[in-house]
């Protein structure tokens, strides 16, 4: 069983930025594909970013492209989605998921909150 568990969510005024880390336990992290999505309320889940095993590949949602960069370090089996010119609109949970099966998601993590103010 994988797990996954983010951190770094927050309160931050609009224009401000966070650093989301997601640690996963497998140590087959390495292949994995990951990715990030949001939930805000009333709203259904959404795909904000994602990256392949080896970094060499990513895909961005087109509210975040230019704003949002995700990285991962493999030896430390970790994810990272750095938000910069954090708007409103980006308030949500975020969510970091793990893809051994192609075009699927297979392991989520619980997710962090991040809340951006006007």
């Known amino acids: 069983q994988v797990q996954l568990v983010e951190s770094g969510g927050g309160l931050v005024q609009a224009g401000g930025s966070l650093r989301l880390s997601c640690a996963a336990s497998?140590?087959?992290?390495?292949?994995?594909?990951m990715g990030w999505f949001r939930q805000a309320p009333g709203k259904e889940r959404e795909f904000v970013a994602a990256?392949?095993?080896?970094?060499?590949?990513?895909k961005y949602a087109d509210p975040v492209k230019g704003r949002f960069t995700i990285s991962r370090d493999n030896a430390k089996n970790t994810v990272y989605l750095q938000m910069n010119s954090l708007k409103p609109e980006d308030t949500a949970v975020y969510y970091c998921a793990g893809s051994i099966s192609p075009g699927k998601y297979d392991y989520w993590g619980q997710g962090t909150q991040v809340t951006v103010s006007s």
């Open positions: 497998a140590r087959t992290f390495s292949s994995y594909t």
């Open positions: 990256i392949s095993w080896s970094g060499g590949w990513r």
